[in-house]
């Protein structure tokens, strides 16, 4: 029997968080950062992956979206810094690079990011697009769009 074959890990656990911009702490009008106060203990033990599964949009500019590439960030966590590379040179890390078309769909890409051991209280949500020259946030003209974020928490046994 050739032992050089490549199995698949199956998670231990998943917890499934969903974050709505508009049950976040918003920054200011621009809507870049929201802050997520009110969530359950998220307590990160083993080898865990996070990763996105569901992005939706909706509000008063969402009609506003289309063609946008939007890039969403990930703050307050403490993740593998070996295993992650920011080519924007910011410190918190890009969790989903999405454009919204004129289908109303959105593309993804699959992005995994490696978390630390701890206990999560509190997540940070940057949400920026840029149009032309300028940035701005989940906003269009002076509309909010709403994010509906779902993120998957997998654990794994260590190893």
Not at 14 to 37: A, P, V, Y
Not at 82 to 109: K, L
Not at 125 to 134: A, E, K, L, P, V
Request: net charge neutral; proline share 3%; hydrophobic share 35%.
């Amino acid at each position: 029997m050739n032992n050089n074959y490549k199995f698949i890990r199956k998670p231990l656990r998943c917890q499934t968080i969903w974050l709505n911009t508009k049950d976040g702490l918003t920054n200011s009008t621009e809507r870049k950062l929201f802050t997520f106060n009110h969530l359950p203990l998220i307590q990160i033990r083993n080898h865990s992956v996070l990763k996105i599964n569901s992005i939706t949009l909706s509000g008063a500019g969402v009609g506003s979206a289309t063609g946008h590439d939007w890039v969403i960030k990930l703050g307050n966590v403490k993740y593998n810094t070996t295993s992650y590379f920011n080519s924007d040179n910011e410190s918190m890390p890009t969790i989903a690079h999405m454009n919204y078309d004129q289908n109303n769909s959105i593309q993804n890409g699959s992005f995994a990011l490696e978390l630390e051991k701890q206990d999560i209280k509190q997540l940070i949500i940057q949400i920026t697009t840029h149009t032309g020259s300028t940035e701005h946030g989940a906003i269009k003209n002076s509309q909010p769009i709403e994010f509906a974020i779902g993120i998957v928490v997998e654990e794994y046994e260590d190893m």
